[in-house]
């Protein structure tokens, strides 16, 4: 299983960004898609999920900022990302379960300027 995540770059606080997260297999596959995001000199953190029916989750500091989904046609995930801070700043991957195995894509660096 290949997931490849891109769509970062550099943007103002308070502007958008929506990451995309390709994958090799039928998005209908994936239990669960993920978000994650790494800052410098901090651990991991999660973002977002969007589960195969559908139902998502959110961290607490991005929820009503970001949006997760998928579109099952394309075998994409998507993360909208609106009103950025500069807190926002990280490498973000996506990551796939599919049945116990989660499986991570590469990461896509989002650079947030104050």
């Known amino acids: 299983v290949q997931l490849q995540a891109y769509g970062g770059g550099l943007v103002q606080a308070g502007g958008s960004l929506r990451l995309t997260c390709t994958t090799s297999?039928?998005?209908?596959?994936?239990?669960?898609i993920t978000w994650y995001r790494q800052a410098p000199e901090k651990e991991r953190e999660f973002v977002a999920f969007?589960?195969?029916?559908?139902?998502?989750m959110y961290a607490m500091s991005v929820k009503g900022r970001f949006t997760i989904s998928k579109d099952n046609a394309k075998n994409t995930g998507y993360l909208q990302m609106n009103n950025l801070k500069p807190e926002d700043t990280a490498v973000y991957y996506c990551?796939?379960?599919?049945?116990?195995?989660?499986?991570w894509g590469t990461g896509t660096q989002v650079t947030v300027s104050s």
């Open positions: 990551a796939a379960r599919i049945g116990e195995v989660q499986h």
């Open positions: 297999i039928s998005i209908r596959s994936i239990k669960v």
């Open positions: 969007i589960t195969d029916a559908g139902t998502t």
